[in-house]
């Protein structure tokens, strides 16, 4: 069984439908990408598994128990499993909270521990993410992005998750640092088996750190497959398009790429059928003939249970044609 | 690694006394807060001392015979038209004053505070509602609604205070909302949420503490408003019966004799400035003390000496202003006939002389007087022009407080002297002149010490220094479009001068595109604003020469440097739309430039706006110019930005992480447009990204840069193929490859980059490079050619040592 299975998930902000139909799976100690552009819906998944934002309809699954229609007593224990870790580690602790007064909230609220216990703990903790357990008194103004991103996950893992939700983590981070909070990630991943659902607009970066990858646009998933697979062979073209947008440190750029044009559409204005195809550069605005792309939904006939692409004509297998 | 003291071997300190609180210590960091306790113990006491001190008799009995006089020693303010003392009757109001302000502030806040933070977590709806009922009662001036409340409940004192607690709390409603508000949407409050923490908790321990600032401040200016609002009301004859009086009544009384005896007006109304100015100094001490960043900068705020502290400029000038403003009120009736030589008591020139033989100094007060005067009034209006010119500030903020000090002892000393106590006048006239003169010395020399004094203001502007020292570094690029030599920015900051950019070297040749990458604080951005002449405030710009297109802009004059940058350069940033303004079409933000520089007609500027939007790929060009920026996705306002760079043809086009606010797929068409625009047009265009995926892909060199400095020139042909800097090497193997082994650890730099106030003495990135050794802890490496075309700053490429080219 899956740590988190979600299923046929809609969230919806007034008349915006920002999250339509989505549905994966995260086995445990096992690591899901969601990537996608901004304005696809990566972060309003986040939200809702962690109950900031309410899922219209669909289940949010917690080892088979449903998060959605949980309450009282079940529902706080459940979120306590659930951790998220936000992008901007300038804006995600609270600037009036000394380091050891944050995590000490968290210990307070979830483990049953005694002051002194505590204490000890909070320093074993910081230690666990390469700080000097002697910066609990210290705020957090006093830290740099990437010491204050590892504040973060050592308050995260002060309530011993299950699973951890990390939304563009190291997106306001420098390389050097990024490269230093992904290991620890990682490590810490395989240390306490923790299931990780990472979030980023940064392709390299979900590669190196997820076991498969789901693709959004425009609120739904495109293309989910085995990490390896989708890089190597991408079916959707959307997901072709945005791995040829990565620079790929090739001097004057790969010239076999090919462009995405155009830009996200609005998303309370979805296109109809299939999404992408009003930029798909293998759609009918290249080859007239493909109508299908205008009037049937590919999100209509797949299994959504195992991995798929959401494509009338999936690039791996035109070539195999 | 040896074990770090784990952090529950800390004893956390039990007691703290509260002078040496964080808290307290912050609260005095800076002169207003010890004003603010000094004029708030002054307020206090004498609310406390006042009716005690003071009898009855003291303040009612009238003394007809005694009535509309000027100060003099009996009634040192004079006295009001009944005969009583005006300085003592002011005092006497002040415990009422206070009270009445208190209560209705009081009142108002907790109405105000409480109507706020309910608004700002009722449903949708609900909330709009009650909002626009607050904004409703937000369109009414406070006091006219206070007017119309004391006539409902009656004019009476308490009928003033319940009228003004409900006139002002809409204000402070809304204040308390906007605030409650905008902390409830922030993503640490969505984290306590997350991690489970209990409503209560997050309004006491989240919420509370990040608004307590604004809130303590509001309320303080909100007290002060009511005290004036109270004292309206009791001038109007709404507030205050009977025989109670506060201030308020106190000015009815003098306003009527305002031309006689203009203190009976100027003393209370003095003391409800002195009370207002005490609650605002107060707010912003209180919310200095609660602020945790301030707690631990008390290092750099005492690097500065005491005297620095809090003898700043500020204090000083108000200081000064005070002192001669008392002077100049009660010069002329404490020696309304100063000009007669006969009559005048003590003046400077005795003082100076030490002399108490009053004739044989008449003569010489007189002269001392008129200078005083003159000298007073000199400062007063240098002043003034110190807050137009930041290079006088200090200087005449020193005049003032001399002038002050003078003009202060000469007061006092004939407020003695007209008690008929000579020898005390004499003794407090010369501490007064010692105590000017000692301060004088002192600011004299903090004035010699403080360099950084005179050569503040012109900061926008690169400073050329000597060219004695010029290397004429051998970059012979075919054909230079922009050369800078020894490029430098320095800010002087409190704990120390620091250089996020020094002396830099760089050749850029036409139709090049030269990437700058690095990491935060590695001084890329800064060096493309000081080339735009774009640094902020404090920084100071020098350089030996910054040559484009052969011309030297440092020695260029502000007009002739306009015009030429903004023919020759553009720039582009990193977010569009805050360098987009929001209330102009893009049309006309497009043809703003051209318009000045090129003095086209509107019809071409209109065509050329066109053209410009076609080369950045916008389509429907036409209808595009018509639209605000908001109606632009991310995307397209980068285009509208590039496209605005290109109206006037520039030769150069410096873009400060252009791409980084967008999305990958963005991000690669922003790419091609520059590439275009580069290769269509010959643009030279600088690029600086932190992110060396983007340059490698664009740009034809790269330069970069590390603690300030440019530590590698080099082709981006060779980028992945030659010997590098340590730090090159380290960026590019940090970037998580497409082909890399994911099982693997990625390659992180360890440690972080160096403090600029406290650069290592050798190379900045000895401390973190894996190959260092030991000349590179004791000398800078100099930016070296290894190559025609490659230049890099460390020693184990330029000049390598035995040991290390084993490894």
Redesign the interface.
């Known amino acids: 069984m899956n740590k988190l299975d979600v299923r046929d998930l809609v969230v919806r902000y007034g008349r915006l439908t920002a999250v339509d139909g989505v549905s994966f799976g995260i086995p445990a100690g096992g690591t899901l990408g969601l990537v996608g552009e901004s304005g696809s819906g990566k972060s309003t998944i986040a939200r809702a598994i962690v109950q900031l934002a309410k899922a219209g309809r669909g289940q949010i699954l917690l080892d088979g128990m449903d998060i959605t229609v949980a309450h009282g007593a079940d529902l706080n224990e459940m979120r306590s499993r659930i951790q998220m870790i936000f992008q901007d580690p300038y804006s995600s602790l609270n600037p009036r909270l000394s380091v050891g007064a944050m995590i000490d909230e968290v210990l307070r609220r979830h483990r049953n521990m005694k002051a002194a216990q505590r204490r000890l703990e909070i320093g074993r903790l910081l230690e666990m993410v390469a700080l000097d357990p002697l910066f609990a008194d210290r705020y957090p103004h006093q830290f740099s992005g990437g010491q204050r991103q590892r504040i973060a996950i050592a308050r995260t893992l002060a309530s011993q998750p299950e699973l951890v939700i990390l939304d563009e983590v190291v997106s306001a981070l420098d390389v050097s640092v990024q490269a230093a909070i992904l290991n620890l990630l990682r490590d810490l991943q395989r240390e306490f088996r923790l299931s990780f659902l990472f979030i980023s607009h940064d392709l390299s970066v979900v590669r190196y750190m997820s076991d498969s990858v789901c693709v959004m646009y425009l609120g739904q998933i495109v293309e989910w497959k085995e990490t390896e697979d989708l890089f190597r062979q991408p079916e959707h073209p959307y997901t072709q398009g945005l791995i040829d947008s990565i620079p790929k440190m090739i001097a004057g750029g790969d010239p076999n790429r090919i462009p995405l044009r155009g830009e996200i559409p609005d998303p309370h204005f979805p296109p109809p059928a299939c999404r992408f195809h009003t930029r798909c550069p293998f759609g009918p605005l290249a080859h007239p003939e493909r109508n299908r792309c205008r009037e049937d939904d590919p999100h209509r006939l797949i299994d959504k249970s195992e991995h798929y692409a959401a494509c009338h004509f999936p690039l791996v297998r035109q070539e195999l044609a | 690694m040896s074990r770090?003291?784990?952090?529950?071997d800390?004893q956390?300190p039990i007691y703290l006394a509260f002078w040496r609180t964080p808290f307290f210590r912050a609260f005095l960091s800076s002169p207003s807060g010890f004003l603010a306790l000094f004029l708030a113990g002054i307020l206090f006491a004498t609310a406390l001392l006042a009716p005690l001190a003071l009898t009855k008799e003291e303040v009612y009995q009238r003394n007809v015979r005694r009535r509309l006089e000027g100060p003099s020693a009996d009634h040192i303010l004079g006295t009001d038209n009944l005969g009583r003392d005006i300085l003592k009757r002011t005092l006497y109001a002040t415990p009422l004053s206070l009270q009445l302000a208190l209560s209705a502030a009081g009142m108002a806040i907790v109405i105000g505070f409480a109507a706020g933070a309910v608004t700002a977590y009722l449903p949708g709806r609900l909330r709009n509602v009650a909002l626009r009922l607050i904004e409703i009662m937000l369109a009414f001036p406070g006091i006219l609604i206070a007017i119309m409340l004391v006539a409902v409940v009656g004019t009476s004192a308490e009928g003033a205070v319940l009228a003004i607690g409900i006139a002002f709390s809409p204000s402070l409603a809304r204040v308390a909302y906007t605030l409650a508000a905008g902390v409830a949407g922030?993503?640490?409050i969505?984290?306590?949420?997350?991690?489970?923490?209990?409503s209560r908790?997050i309004v006491a321990?989240?919420i509370i503490?990040?608004i307590a600032e604004t809130l303590i401040v509001v309320s303080l200016n909100a007290t002060a408003a009511a005290l004036v609002a109270v004292s309206s009301l009791s001038f109007l004859g709404l507030g205050v019966q009977g025989t109670q009086f506060d201030w308020g009544r106190l000015i009815t009384e003098g306003v009527l004799r305002l031309y006689q005896v203009p203190l009976l007006a100027l003393a209370p109304a003095t003391a409800i400035g002195i009370t207002g100015l005490t609650l605002g100094y107060l707010g912003e001490a209180l919310a200095r003390g609660l602020n945790?960043?301030l707690?631990?900068q008390t290092a750099s705020v005492q690097s500065r000496s005491w005297l620095q502290r809090y003898f700043s400029s500020e204090t000083m000038l108000l200081s000064g202003s005070a002192l001669l403003l008392i002077a100049f009120y009660f010069l002329p009736w404490f020696s309304p006939d100063a000009l007669d030589p006969n009559r005048t008591l003590v003046t400077g020139a005795a003082i100076l002389a030490g002399r108490a033989n009053l004739t044989e100094t008449a003569i010489g007060s007189q002269v001392a007087l008129l200078l005083l005067r003159t000298g007073a009034w000199i400062a007063l209006l240098l002043g003034f022009l110190s807050y137009f010119s930041l290079r006088f500030r200090r200087l005449c903020a020193y005049l003032g407080l001399i002038c002050g000090f003078g003009a202060g002892s000469y007061f006092v000393s004939i407020l003695l002297a007209d008690s008929t106590n000579l020898g005390a006048a004499l003794a407090s006239a010369r501490l007064g002149f010692y105590l000017g003169l000692i301060a004088t010395i002192l600011l004299i020399a903090q004035v010699f010490s403080d360099k950084s004094a005179t050569t503040r203001g012109s900061h926008n502007v690169i400073h050329p220094t000597s060219q004695a020292s010029v290397v004429e570094a051998d970059m012979s690029l075919p054909r230079p479009l922009l050369q800078v030599r020894g490029l430098t920015v320095r800010f002087d900051l409190e704990s120390g001068a620091i250089a996020p950019v020094n002396d830099i070297n760089l050749d850029l040749a036409e139709g090049e595109i030269v990437g700058v990458v690095g990491?935060?604080g590695s001084g890329k951005s800064l060096t493309a604003l000081a080339l735009a002449q774009l640094v902020p405030h404090p920084g100071i710009v020098s350089a030996h020469y910054v040559r484009l297109r052969g011309e030297d802009i440092t020695r260029m004059s502000a007009g002739q440097l306009r015009y030429f940058l903004g023919s020759e350069m553009a720039m582009i940033f990193q977010d569009p739309m805050s360098s987009l303004n929001p209330a102009l079409k893009i049309g006309t933000q497009l043809t703003e430039a051209p318009r000045v520089h090129r003095r086209l007609s509107g019809k071409d500027l209109h065509r050329l706006a066109l053209d410009r939007m076609a080369d950045v790929h916008i389509s429907a060009a036409e209808r595009r110019l018509r639209q605000y920026p908001h109606e632009f996705?991310?995307?397209?306002r980068q285009r509208a930005m590039i496209a605005m760079g290109l109206m006037n043809s520039p030769s150069l086009i410096i873009a400060d992480e252009p791409t980084t606010a967008l999305?990958?797929?963005?991000?690669?068409?922003i790419?091609?447009v520059l590439?275009e625009i580069n290769q269509e047009q010959g643009t030279t265009i600088m690029l600086i990204s932190?992110?060396?995926?983007?340059i490698?892909?664009?740009c034809s060199r790269v330069l970069v840069m590390y603690a300030g400095r440019i530590v590698e020139d080099v082709k981006?042909?060779d980028?992945?193929t030659t010997d590098k800097h340590p730090y090159t090497e380290?960026?590019?193997a940090?970037?998580?490859?497409?082909d890399?082994n994911?099982d693997e650890?990625?390659?992180?730099?360890p440690g972080?980059p160096p403090d600029l106030d406290n650069l290592p003495a050798g190379c900045a990135f000895a401390p973190r490079c894996k190959y260092v050794f030991e000349r590179c802890h004791r000398e800078a490496p100099p930016l070296l050619h290894v190559e025609e075309t490659h230049r890099i700053a460390c020693f184990l490429r330029t000049e390598p040592p035995a040991e290390a080219t084993r490894e």
């Open positions: 770090a003291p784990a952090y529950s800390v956390a922030l993503d640490y969505a984290s306590a949420r997350v991690l489970g923490l209990s908790r321990r989240y503490p990040n945790p960043t707690w631990t990491e935060s996705s991310g995307g397209m999305d990958v797929t963005i991000q690669a068409q790419i091609d590439r932190h992110d060396i995926g983007v490698v892909e664009i981006v042909t980028l992945l380290a960026l590019i940090a970037v998580p490859a497409f890399s994911r650890p990625l390659a992180s730099i972080r």
